[in-house]
């Protein structure tokens, strides 16, 4: 008898992509609380994901097709803020 197969879930906030010759490595993190008036914490890893330069391309293609796809379909556009835009060096005419 087989045992039902499930996939781990997270909940993240934080998350850092590193790239390299022959693949890259993403890390997803979570926010530590943050006691008042102290510094930011780093962010406590939760999963690393390493994936070859061509499925990474892929994934993120696929990724924003569908994000777009569900902004057409429900009529609405993900805001993000401008200042998380400027804070990663990306832009809005980047989507």
């Known amino acids: 008898m087989t045992s039902p197969s499930h996939a781990n879930e997270y909940c993240e906030d934080q998350f850092m992509v590193s790239p390299g010759a022959s693949g890259v490595v993403v ?3 979570v ?9 930011s914490p780093s962010p406590n890893d939760l999963v690393r994901i390493r994936m070859n ?4 391309k892929l994934m993120a293609m696929i990724l924003r097709r569908d994000l777009k796809a569900y902004e057409r379909t429900n009529g609405i556009s993900i805001e993000v803020p401008p200042k998380l835009y400027s804070g990663l060096g990306v832009s809005s005419q980047d989507w």
Do not use: K, M, V
């Open 53 to 56: 330069l061509q499925h990474a």
């Open 31 to 39: 926010s530590p609380l943050q006691p008042a008036g102290h510094a």
């Open 27 to 29: 890390t997803f993190g």
